[in-house]
């Protein structure tokens, strides 16, 4: 049964920094939230986890494999490098969605995201190594089928942009409240979807669901492990076999 541990990662009295003591340029902005997702995405995923760059102010890792002392350490490494601070709530639990819910209490309940006296919280709890197990996670990738010939070989970049966004704000908003799952844009035309214990059916039904909806057709592969780098490397080799058979879903342990 699925086990997801979730950090929310939160930059620490974001808002009133952007603009203080004037607004800061827009460019330099992008250019340290895009970095300061690097960095976090780097240090998450050599210890097996996948980070999601969200709201960039906000972002979303899934973190098994990661001890609350790698979260400590990753909250002082980023605030002796950077202009801002983390504060970090993580949770655990078979439905991700759950398990954000939690860690985002966790992290409201020491103060708000602009609230200067709160910096670098770091609450909740990591699961314990002795209580992992080989599926704790679950990760469906999903990629839009022949995005290169319908859309980016076809449509101008922007018109693209709006098919593929349409896809996934589809697929989002259908994988959280019908399937308790957390749905990121990971680039190109891929979705990445944190999920809890899903099977073929759901998957079928999720893809035809946005082609019904928005007209995007979508495969997906599945797999489950031990981390998120675990299960979604066997969901990138499960998608591999839908684009090589032509099948919509693929999951890895069926196929394996
Ligand atoms: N983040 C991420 N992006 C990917 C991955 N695979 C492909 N992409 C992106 O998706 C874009 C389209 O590639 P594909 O999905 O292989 O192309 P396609 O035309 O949809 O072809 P099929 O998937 O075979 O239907 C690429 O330009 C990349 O930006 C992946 O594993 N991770």
């Known amino acids: 049964m699925t086990n997801t541990q979730v950090t929310l990662v939160q930059i620490d009295n974001y808002g009133p920094w952007t603009v203080t003591p004037e607004p800061r340029r ?18 998450v995923g050599n210890r097996g986890g996948y980070t999601f760059f969200t709201r960039f102010d906000n ?10 002392e790698d979260h400590a350490l990753l909250q002082e490494s980023i605030g002796n490098r950077y202009p801002v601070s983390l504060s970090l709530g ?4 078979t439905s991700p969605v759950q398990a954000l819910s939690d860690a985002t209490e966790r992290l409201q309940d020491a103060g708000s995201a602009q609230d200067e ?25 999903f990629d839009v089928v022949n995005a290169t010939g319908n859309y980016t070989d076809e449509l101008n970049a922007f018109d693209t942009f709006i098919e593929i966004e349409q896809g996934y704000a589809e697929l989002m908003r259908h994988m959280r409240y019908a399937h308790g799952s957390l749905s990121f844009f990971v680039g190109g035309d891929n979705v990445i979807v944190v999920c809890p214990d899903l ?12 082609a019904e909806a928005v007209d995007v057709e979508m495969q997906v592969g599945v797999g489950r ?3 998120a780098h675990e299960a979604g490397y066997d969901a990138k ?20």
Do not use: P
Request: proline share 0%; aromatic share 6%; glycine share 6%.
């Open 90 to 93: 993580v949770a655990t639990g």
């Open 26 to 43: 827009e460019a330099d902005l992008q250019t340290m939230q895009s970095r300061l997702f690097a960095d976090i995405s780097q240090f």
């Open 225 to 227: 492990g031990k981390s």
């Open 117 to 141: 006296n709160r910096r670098e919280c770091l609450e909740g709890r990591a699961i314990a190594d002795d209580y992992r197990t080989g599926d704790d996670v679950q990760i469906a990738h």
């Open 237 to 256: 080799h499960a998608l591999e076999t839908c684009r090589a058979d032509g099948t919509r879903v693929e999951l890895e342990w069926e196929t394996a």
């Open 199 to 210: 099977e073929r059916a759901d998957y079928e039904e999720a893809t035809a669901h946005v």
């Open 59 to 68: 972002m979303i890792a899934v973190t098994n494999g990661c001890s609350l």
